[in-house]
C-alpha cells in the first residue's frame, strides 16, 4: 500500500476532500508533496478555506505533521500540501499554514 493511501495523511487528504470537494495529486512519489485543487474554487479562495478548517482538517495529535502552503508565483504556483512523516522532515520544515510569493 502506497504512503499516502495510510493513516494518518489519508485522513487529512479526505478532510479536504470533504471539506472543499478538493483532490490532491503527489507530485513526488513518496507521499510527502501533493498538489491540492478544486474545480469549485481557486487557488486562493481554496487556501482560504482549507486554512480556516485547519483544526478539522489535521487532528491536533497530528499538527505537527502537516504543512498547506499557498504559492502564489512561479512554477510551482498553487496550493500544497506538505506531509512531514519523519522526525527529520518535521526538523527541516514548519508545520501550519502559510502563504508564500514563490519558492525561490
Known sequence: ???????????????????CAASATCSDGRGEWFVVKSD???????????????????????RGSFALILCRGGANSGVWLH?????LL???YLAG????ISWT
Open 40 to 62: 469549485q474554487f481557486p487557488d486562493q479562495v481554496l487556501f482560504n478555506r482549507l486554512q480556516a478548517g485547519w483544526s478539522q482538517i489535521v487532528p491536533a495529535v497530528q
Open 1 to 19: 500500500m502506497e504512503a499516502w493511501n495510510q493513516p494518518p495523511l489519508s485522513t487529512v487528504l479526505g478532510s479536504i476532500n470533504r471539506l
Open 97 to 100: 499554514c502559510y502563504d508564500i
Open 90 to 92: 518535521r526538523s527541516e
Open 83 to 87: 506531509y512531514l512523516s519523519t522526525p
